[in-house]
């Protein structure tokens, strides 16, 4: 079965400085790869997708994700971080023949420190 | 831009009473899903539903739950006789409907329920 794994469970780092957060999935089809934000009290807000063609993805808020087919990975970056930007990141990912269900993983919370 | 809402932000309920939880869907989506979230863990898929009928399910969706489009704006989760275990946070999400499954699924605020 396919599975989302989101490493980092808390992640803190200062404002300005880069971010990096870890997604790795499990499956063999072709997947369809998204992260989304969830800020307290909100829903779960779009920050960007893959489909196909450009690996390299640019989502709203300044943030970009990298997918990489060989490690199996879809990594979400910003070069440099605000203090709004503390929230939980999930990572969910679709699958080619897997209907239209998200598998998502268990989310990585964000603090920003001023 | 569009959004899907969800109603009431939270529900307070006894254990063993029903509870309808409420959605509206981005009005030209013909997709719709809901999804919920347990304090503390990952956010898990319930259902889908499309042209009138579930398209899928997951484990989670027994015979206490049921969906409904009632009318041409609403989509709704009946949930029969709640249990403590039925406590999460409850998202309803819509999408076009794209072939492949390279759907975006655009996702409510939630509703949180509480079973006592």
Same mark, same amino acid.
């Given at each position: 079965?396919?599975?989302?794994?989101?490493?980092?469970?808390?992640?803190? *780092?200062?404002?300005?400085?880069?971010?990096?957060?870890?997604?790795?999935?499990?499956?063999?089809?072709?997947?369809?790869?998204?992260?989304? *934000?969830?800020?307290?009290?909100?829903?779960?807000?779009?920050?960007?997708?893959?489909?196909?063609?450009?690996?390299? *993805?640019?989502?709203?808020?300044?943030?970009?994700?990298?997918?990489?087919?060989?490690?199996?990975?879809?990594?979400?970056?910003?070069?440099?971080?605000?203090?709004?930007?503390?929230?939980?990141?999930?990572?969910? *990912?679709?699958?080619?023949?897997?209907?239209?269900?998200?598998?998502?993983?268990?989310?990585?919370?964000?603090?920003?420190?001023? | 831009?569009?959004?899907?809402?969800?109603?009431?932000? %939270?529900?307070?309920?006894?254990?063993?009473?029903?509870?309808?939880?409420?959605?509206?869907?981005?009005?030209? %989506?013909?997709?719709?899903?809901?999804?919920?979230?347990?304090?503390?863990?990952?956010?898990?898929?319930?259902?889908?539903?499309?042209?009138?009928?579930?398209?899928? =399910?997951?484990?989670?969706?027994?015979?206490?739950?049921?969906?409904?489009?009632?009318?041409?704006?609403?989509?709704?989760? =009946?949930?029969?006789?709640?249990?403590?275990?039925?406590?999460?946070?409850?998202?309803?999400?819509?999408?076009?409907?794209?072939? %492949?499954?390279?759907?975006?699924?655009?996702?409510?605020?939630?509703?949180?329920?509480?079973?006592?």
């Amino acid at each position: 079965a396919q599975s989302v794994t989101q490493p980092d469970i808390h992640i803190t *780092v200062s404002e300005g400085a880069s971010l990096e957060l870890r997604c790795n999935y499990s499956y063999g089809a072709t997947p369809y790869l998204f992260w989304y *934000v969830q800020s307290p009290g909100q829903g779960l807000q779009l920050l960007l997708k893959y489909f196909s063609g450009d690996t390299l *993805v640019q989502g709203i808020k300044g943030f970009e994700a990298e997918f990489k087919r060989s490690q199996s990975s879809f990594n979400l970056r910003k070069p440099s971080v605000h203090w709004s930007d503390a929230a939980e990141y999930f990572c969910a *990912v679709g699958f080619t023949g897997g209907g239209n269900k998200l598998t998502f993983g268990t989310g990585t919370q964000l603090k920003v420190e001023l | 831009e569009p959004e899907v809402t969800q109603t009431p932000s %939270h529900q307070v309920t006894q254990m063993g009473q029903e509870v309808i939880l409420r959605c509206v869907p981005i009005s030209n %989506h013909l997709y719709f899903y809901w999804y919920r979230q347990i304090l503390g863990q990952k956010v898990e898929f319930l259902v889908s539903f499309y042209n009138n009928e579930i398209s899928e =399910k997951s484990e989670i969706f027994d015979d206490q739950f049921s969906v409904e489009r009632p009318d041409g704006s609403n989509f709704t989760l =009946k949930i029969r006789s709640t249990k403590l275990e039925d406590s999460a946070m409850y998202f309803c999400a819509s999408s076009e409907a794209r072939p %492949h499954g390279s759907d975006t699924q655009y996702f409510g605020p939630g509703t949180r329920l509480t079973v006592l």
